[in-house]
């Protein structure tokens, strides 16, 4: 079965500042991977997804992820932060074929003055 | 388009009652999921409808159980509610039987306290 690892639970990172979400999956079969984001009190919002293709994705609001096989991560990276960034984000997969979709724990990522 | 709507926005219920939440899909969608997110965790995910049939179920027990009606909408049934029910409940539709290629559009979900 299908699992998502979110190392970091919070990352505080000052405005304007590159920043790096980490995620790493598990799976024994071909994976579909996903970046969506929480502000308070809202559902998610889909920011990036990787189906096949080019390993780098861009997404929303700047973002961008790069899938990485051998390792087996999914990193979500923006090169500039803004203080309209400040939220929750959770790393998701699914299974070639599976209708399910796994969440990770999230990351809470916190904007620095 | 309308997007994903949910109701109640809150609800608090005693431990033993019974809890119906509700589920309009976005405009064009035919399947709907349902996940529980607990304070401070990811979604998990609770179950899923395509065209009114149950299309895929995550671990949780038999008392939870759902509908979707011939419109897409959806209900989420809680039976013999513990504490460990409380939590935020989200709702997703999509179009498509296969999530992966039609992204899930959430609610802004329900929170559920149980006392």
């Known amino acids: 079965a299908q699992s998502v690892t979110q190392l970091d639970s919070q990352v505080p990172v000052f405005e304007e500042a590159p920043v790096e979400l980490r995620c790493n999956y598990s799976s024994s079969v071909s994976v579909y991977l996903f970046w969506y984001v929480q502000y308070p009190n809202q559902g998610l919002q889909l920011l990036l997804k990787y189906l096949s293709g080019s390993t780098l994705v861009k997404g929303i609001n700047g973002f961008e992820a790069e899938f990485n096989k051998s390792q087996t991560s999914f990193h979500l990276r923006k090169p500039s932060v803004h203080i309209s960034d400040t939220a929750e984000y959770f790393c998701a997969v699914s299974e070639w074929r599976d209708d399910k979709i796994i969440f990770g724990k999230g990351t809470r990522l916190h904007i620095l003055p | 388009e309308t997007g994903v709507t949910q109701s109640p926005t809150h609800l608090i219920k005693t431990r033993g009652q019974q809890v119906t939440l509700r589920c309009s899909s976005q405009?064009?969608?035919?399947?709907v999921s349902w996940y529980q997110q607990a304070l401070g965790q990811g979604p998990q995910f609770i179950f899923q409808?395509?065209?009114?049939?149950?299309?895929g179920r995550g671990n949780f027990p038999p008392r939870f159980s759902g509908l979707q009606f011939p419109n897409y909408s959806s209900e989420l049934n809680v039976n013999a509610l513990e504490l460990d029910d409380s939590a935020l409940y989200l709702c997703a539709s999509s179009f498509g039987q296969v999530s992966y290629n039609s992204p899930l559009h959430f609610g802004n979900g329900t929170r559920l306290t149980v006392t």
């Open positions: 405009s064009g969608h035919n399947t």
């Open positions: 409808y395509y065209r009114e049939e149950e299309n």
